[in-house]
């Protein structure tokens, strides 16, 4: 009995263990623990607003990437009239023959030493993600009135309308996304840049209307009306609507409280001033970081913020930018080098009278600017206008590479100024002539020989500050201030200068430029001006502000609709702009004319240190490839490559009303 | 006399049930009991059953030929029969020889040998044993004793040599390497979806396979079938390893110890330069620069258009050839002598060596210092291993201690465990019996050592040049050896490593807890479950102290996290035999698991006012600068299967088996799925015909099966939900002040309907051993197909998501393995057997999107590198063609190379660019690449050798080899600038390139590239192998001199392991791709 009773215990304690884990589908049901749900989270003002918040964070980290030689920014500027690639010893990867090197399959980076062009790509349609999940969701939301949803749309418009700007000048013809995918898609087609700047147009028109006005809110860093006014005025530009566009400019300087800057303002930030003292002036402190949102500061339109340890990102500007003064290549007229050195504090040859890498900071000249950004365009009947503050070395905001000063204990010339060709022979104590009168003194004059805008690209390096064995001060580290300008008014008056001088009113466009030059203290006023002249403008104000190459690329396209000529007389077809080849003199489009005029690019090779050089453009380089990776990978239908480039076809069929794109998303 | 039988009766089934508890009712001893009627006679026949050690054997079955009459062996192996002396008496026991004696009238002393004959060995089979002999489906066994002289100190290592495993190879101090059976099944890769399922005595283990020490296991059976798999349904379709620990036997308690140890040493990896040939290479790197046309048209060094005078880079002593003197060459060119400078110093200059400072002091100094040789040591491993084991009545115990200490041939590649097994198990009563065993494991996970990591941001000290100081004038460790400053200053590991520690690892607690119910009709019940605690530790601080470090980013990582994981089954097994030749086994099992993790991680940051207490405080952490997260996870599953045997007259067998499984992953919509299988065997050569025709053939079976299972190995549990993950922080101005937004965003699309991957495979099998068991083998044919592959199905990137995870394509895997062993001498003072495995794979990608174009032809994946009809690991690319040389510059510069480039085959010259004087231009894209080869190799191959001599003293060697594959590599484009790493005096690798005086047409100049559209062109190699894997030495010292020092065997051995490997790769050992070690072992065993 013992026996069964056991049995009957043992088969009790079966059924039970069996109904303790008796596996329902409940049993298996899923139990996110450490994340949310996007619908569930996306459901109130809360959850968009984090969703928001994605998109104007992402501002900054498109042309920073926390890391490398080479700042993505750069990019923009190695094909520019104003830039040129610099890092000498990059042997295949080095930037200069973007003609050969440039192609669908290679030639674009996500970053590193070489270039950020395929960074561009990614992380453009990364934040049209961010801002397709506010749009995806704003209207699940609950508890939120219509005036509010609005706004996030409008917001979200907004940031749409700036990934798309930046990416259609880039990058041409692109696939139009506009909403968070719910089901695989592979089979977009790509959508004609005109018809993309007919929706941005669109979006930034609903954006204007509900987007308040930067006075109306608290924050400063998200989308104020204001910035979607100036986009808005740019977005006209291209689709030809140039009284528009004008309008806009015009309602955005006169109605929101905005003006340029005339007086210094904020707080006062420098390198060493006993080395290489800075007299306050206005342009040095408006392009401070600590000022840039400084309440005080009437320019500002929308900023990128880059501020807090919570959401900080280095950006080595002045590493990047600046020529590679302390280095080997360059020797003092006694023949020793490095001529200049980088001395940290704890540094027993540390002279504070000398104290050059905190004043300039550790520039590597991985990009510099060309002639026509650091000479011609200075020169007013021949004579450099160092009146301009933007040009200013007596109050510091420029730095000529003759006003460094050897720093090189061992040097005779210790603290004098550098010089790039001997003056006179050097005879050592033997009798020998080390160093002939005339003798280069720079081994590389691309990377380590060009002057530097300090005004525009000085961050005080706080974590470098911090260490006193520090010898790199290379812009925006931990600590730093590295507030930018996404917008601001000078750049609106120069909008507005285009917007007229398509119209046809030279003497107008004038006007706008000259309240761009006359705050700097500019000598000369125009009468009136050509593209080239606002172009150059453009150069002088927003150096490293604005993204070079898409904003020429603009320019070119609004010239060929416009009809207008361009500073040499030469007009050009809107059907033909972007659908040239070549390397010859001729044709092409005005972004390439600037390049061969104004810059090296198309002049054949070059020696800097024993390297040969080629800088070298193709026309239809003007828009960069496709990605291959994008092509392969949208397997259900072609995009088109863009002219010029490998697997180019006309026939290749394209959406050419962003509507029936959006549309063809939806079905 | 009904007395007598009663008390024998007890003892009987206590007898069956010790065997049971270890391998469970197998269905011979059923049927041995069944067969064996018991009565009493006038005559008793008394004697004992002993194995060939002279151990008893327990549970052998006696019976009288020709009778009824029977009786099983106790504990002690005595037996006491019912016979009439003169009667013939059948001795049998599993896994022995079948033995016939004459009774006489004397006490019987009965010696079983062994059976050679593996059939009849018991196989875990999951939720149960078989019989060797019964299984239908694919599962080899693997006996850790054989290879016990080499020490293995993985599980991996008793693994390798299986055919149809592909065990990985890992150099480093713990040896974890990758097990792979008959191929990858999936295209999905992460969380080790295509590794095989492991059971440890017969429950799921999800922990890791170091927590098991070798030397506790008894037995190791690889289920490679889908048949045999199919058991396991859910998590099978790669195949299944059950471990089984080893029991007590009973006796006397016996107590193992033994030690091993090891000197482990580099036996490849890629050498540097030393000093002069890194000054000649440097020479030789600038002289690169100046390639072009001299003023006479022919290409070389110094071209005209470098503006580099000819002889510049050289060294003064070796000016003739530019008919210079060393006055003319101090004085040309951008570099010049200075003022009391000598030669060499301008040489050093014009070479950049004052690029770094140190370096250029150090080379006018003559100083050298040997990075490569504070980078790489000769390790010590130390294994230590003891254990205690025994059996009575009623109880079984087995319990160890082992502690292992490697050291990696790395500088401060480090590895330590302790770990302990206990097993017991106890019959209760008649009808009940219980098991726990513990397995405790507490082992250390990473470590501080010098990295070998060779991309340029990385720190690698075997870059630093070989003029670069390791100490100052001091003898302190110099933190910057090439330039003295933090940037391109070069690293020192020693240096470094004063301002790290780090405490890390885990602990584990497996346990097992069985009971199991006998119940009447031959119905057992077993109740398992299997709950797992797995604790994780991370402690590990960065000072700040660090000379020219950022506070805000140093301080201390704190980590911990749990998995609690269980695991339980309800188990009914019923086990029949009708009519004697209708032998049914049939098994039910209901089954649910649940895994739970949690996860704390602290980053502080900035420690203030010291961080001298290091990681053990946290307080004074910067909190904007600091970091918190938690990441936890839940997840559950259940099954319900069924399996049935039949065999008829122990010839032919069929095995069926269902099986339903969830899953919580796979979605809200499919958790379920079920698999089935079915297979059948017949053994031939038991059928009188054969018998008669074939008498040479000692035993032949064939075999049959096909089954389907599932896969559920994923990279995340919830990868079919969207995600919305913290991004950060977004932080506005609010009137001055900081307005911190958290942000959040979606970085994985979600997708409900993600459901069960999918194998089926269908395996035909051959067993037979002929000439007296001389020879023995068998060979297995399969063919593998997995759908509703877990994919990431890849997506446009401008779709904002790169890919999604869903249920799409088709991999094939096929091939044939076939074992042979054969003992080919055999006498009484010698032996020596060879056994020997092949397998080959192929493996295709049948479907991937199911995506076609306009000609119906399914699309392939390139940037995966997955293309239908080809294998996972296919090699798509561009094919190069040697090197352009000197006399063809000029095609070179049509596409942007330079004589030292190697030159690509233009394979579609369609879309070539003519120029206007009708030159064709090659354009290079994807359609100039063909399909040149896997990386997967397809054919694997081992063999062994044993040699035993005067039974003591053995002596094996094994080598196995990978065929068929291939690999690309970029090395041999000396692109070594990257980062400025040659501009800023570092050192690389040690290798051969191509120059004007020593051209190739195999190796490219330094700083090479390939022609546009494909810069950074790869070259192929083949990377076949074969490795001698293993030398050992074994000798048991003698007898007579052990028992003296009251010890029960002592023995000795010694082994190299990885000898010498024969291969075609240059750049460090073809299967690791670079570093491999060769460790020298030396070990003990004494039991006591």
Known sequence: MNYISNIFKGSAAFVMATMLVSCGDSFLGQDPLSFYEPSTTYSNEAGLKSALSMCDKELKTIIMDGNGNVIPMASNYNMSDIGLYAKTDMGGGFQDNFDAKLTPTSGMNGGGDANAMQRFWDEGYTGVKYANTVLSYVDKAQGLDDNTRNIYKGRAYFHRALRYYYLTLQFG???????????????????????????????????????????????????????????????????????????????????????????????????????????????????????????????????????????????????????????????????????????????????????????????????RTSKHYNQAIWNVDGTPDYQDLRHNRSVGNWVEMEDIRYTNKKSPYYGKNFQLYATQDYVDGTGKTIVHKGDLLCGDTIRSWYPTPLYQCY????????????????????????????????????????????????????????VVRKRANAKHMFTTVTIGDILDERARELYMEEWRQPEMTRVAWCLAKSGKPDEWGHTYDIKTWDKQEGTDRTGGNYWYQRLINYSLFNNGAIQSNGISLEYKVNKHNIFWPIPNSAITANTGAALRQNYGYDGYSESTQMWTNWEDAVADENK | MEYVNLSIMPRKLFVLMAMAAGCSLTPIDAMALDAVQITQQANSIKGRILDSAGEPIIGATVKVKGSKTGTVTDLDGNFNINAAPGAMLEVTYIGYKPQMVKAGREFLNVKLAEN???????????????????????????????????????????????????????????????????????????????????????????????????????????????SSAAIYGAKAASGVIIITTKKGKSGKPTINVSANWAANTKSAYREVFNSSEYMKYREDWYKATTYGYDAAGNWGYYGATSGTPAGYYDNVDNLSQYGLN?????????????????????????????????????????????????????????????????????????????????QGVVEGNDYHAFRSNMKLNAKITDWLEMGVNVNFQDRSDGDIAVSLKDNYWENNQTRNSPFAPITDDNGNYVQYPMNGTPTNGGYNYWFDRQYLNLDKGYTVLNTIFNAKVTLPFGIIYQFNISPRYQWFYNRYFMSAELPNSSPASRGADRETSKDFDYSLNNTITWDKVFNKDHHFTLTLVQEAEEMRYWDDRIEARNITPSDALGFHYISGANMDQSNFSVNDTHSTAAAYLGRLFYGYKERYMVTASVRRDGYSAFGSNNPWATFWSLGGSWIFSEEPLVKKALPWLDMGKLRASYGTNGNRSLKDTYLSLSNLKSDGSMVYYNNGNADIVKTLSMSRLGNPNLEWEKTSAWNVGFDFAVLDQRLSGSIDLYSKKTNNMIMEQRLPNYTGFSSITTNLGEVHNSGFEFTLNSVNIKNKDFEWTTSAGFSYNKNTIKHLYYDYDANGVERDDTSNSWFIGHPVGEIWSWETDGIWQKSEAAQAALVNQKPGDPKVINHCTDDDKVLTDGTRVPVYNDKDKVFLGTTNPPIYWNLRNEFTIWKDLTFSFSLYSYMGHKSLEGYYLNQDNGGSMITNAFNVFKKEYWTPENSSNTYARLDAVGPTGCTSVQKLHNRSFVRLDNISIGYTLPREWTRKAMLERVRVTASVNNVFTIDSWEYGDPETSGLATRAFNLGINVTL
């Not at chain 1, 005109?194 to 987007?211: C, G, P, Q, S, T």
Request: glycine share 8%; proline share 3%; net charge negative.
């Open chain 1, 173 to 367: 013809d692109i696939p139009l996304v506009t909403n968070i995918i719910t089901k695989p898609k592979q089979d977009y087609k790509s959508t004609s840049k005109e018809a993309i700047f007919k929706m941005l147009v669109n979006d930034l028109e609903f954006a204007v209307k509900y987007v308040p006005s930067q006075s109306a809110m608290t924050d400063i860093g998200m989308v104020n009306k204001e910035a979607c006014l100036h986009l808005l005025a740019k977005c006209y530009l291209v689709t030809g609507q140039y009284d528009k566009a004008e309008q806009t400019a015009t309602d955005l300087i006169s109605n929101y409280g905005l003006h340029l800057m005339e007086n210094s303002f904020g707080t006062f930030v420098a390198g060493n001033q006993k080395t290489w003292p800075i007299t306050r002036n206005v342009l040095w402190d408006l392009h401070r970081g600590e000022n840039v949102c400084d309440p005080a500061n009437k320019e500002l339109i929308m900023p990128i913020l880059n501020f807090n340890d919570q959401n900080f990102t280095g950006y080595s500007l002045m590493r990047a930018c600046f020529a590679h003064w302390g280095n080997g290549v360059i020797k003092d007229p006694s023949g020793i080098s490095p001529a200049g050195k980088n001395i940290a504090r704890n540094n027993a040859d540390y002279d504070e009278n000398n104290d050059w890498v905190r004043s300039i900071g550790r520039g590597i000249g991985c990009f």
């Open chain 1, 459 to 514: 961050i005080l390096d706080k974590t470098a500050e911090g260490n006193l064995g520090a010898n790199q001060f290379n812009g925006a580290s931990t600590g730093s201030n590295g507030n930018l300008y996404l917008f601001r008014l000078a750049e609106t008056y120069l909008i507005r200068a285009e917007a007229r001088f398509y119209q046809g009113n030279t003497t107008g466009a004038a006007d706008d430029v000259n």
């Open chain 2, 116 to 226: 050679s004959e593996t059939l009849n060995e018991v196989v875990v089979v999951g939720y149960g044993t078989m019989r060797k002999k019964d299984l239908t489906g694919s599962v080899v066994q693997i006996n850790p004793s054989k290879i016990a002289d080499q020490n293995p100190g993985t599980v991996q290592d008793l693994l390798r040599g299986t055919p149809g495993l592909q065990i990985g190879y890992d150099p480093a101090a713990k040896s974890s390497a990758s097990i792979q059976l008959r191929g990858q099944n999936s295209l999905y890769t992460d969380g080790g979806h295509n590794s095989p399922l492991l059971i440890l005595d017969g429950m799921a283990f999800y922990g890791e396979l170091s927590e098991i020490n070798p030397d506790d296991i008894a037995q190791i059976d690889v289920l490679k079938d889908a």
């Open chain 2, 326 to 406: 060393a006055d003319q060459w101090s004085k040309m060119g951008s570099v010049q002598l200075q003022s009391g400078e000598t030669y060499q110093s301008l040489y050093a200059r014009r070479l950049k060596l004052n690029e770094a400072m140190n370096v250029y002091n150090n080379y006018l100094a003559g100083k050298t210092y040997n990075w490569y040789d504070s980078t790489f040591r000769t390790g010590i491993n130390q294994d230590y291993n003891a254990s205690i084991s025994g059996a009575s009545d009623r109880v079984n115990y087995y319990a160890s201690f082992g502690y292992m200490k490697n």
